[in-house]
């Protein structure tokens, strides 16, 4: 993967500011999650602003607000939004998730996340990296929190975790009325376990909608048609 830039059909990554690169979970995320009937969308720790400038992609009238914690970061999704044809639409703001719940103005009624996650692993030397990918500055209590406050009554939540930590979450936002109503489990290949979960909830309980996903037939780089599916309208080789 160039780390550099990564192209995509309709726009370009640039990733050499970004700690966290262009990976397979955020594209997932970004074109899994249920964009219909959402004006006012929150993408949370909008690194590269992958998911905000999917987001505008899938859904041609939506404003994305998109918030990042780190400055570099900040600064690269900043130039990747300016250099998309959706910029109007999207606003990338460089504040402390948790700050920013506390004073925003608005309800969103779609608020997707590809979050810091990892609760209890070992952290990496570099500091960009940990707040990229551990939940010291962003804790699940503290998301979970911060949805409640921005969350429109009939709004959404999307998010991808690894599973142990997905699980952790689905019962944490159950005691805060925040419930997990679709689940896909992704799989790498078919004889893998399960390694990521893609997760939709509501404030509203609802029958759970559950399905797995293999990116990967079982042969290197021989994709499956689900993935496919589910990724075509960004990747150049689909």
Known sequence: MNNKNFTFKQFVIEQDKAAMKVGIDGVMLGAWVDVANAADILDVGTGTGLIAIMMAQRNGIAHIDAVEIDCQAYEQAAENVNSCKWKERINVIHEKFQTFALTAQKRYDLIVSNPPYFIASLQSPEMQRTVARHSALLSQDDLIDGIGKLLADTGKFAAIFPYIEANIFIAKAA???LFCNKKTNIKPNPDKPV????????????????????????????????????????????
């Open 175 to 177: 005691v805060q009325n």
């Open 195 to 238: 390694k990521r979960i893609m997760l939709e909830f509501s404030r509203t309980k609802q029958n759970l909608a559950e399905n797995t996903v293999c990116i990967e037939t079982g042969k290197r780089h021989d994709y499956t048609d689900e993935y496919k599916t589910l990724t075509k309208d960004f990747y150049l080789k689909f």
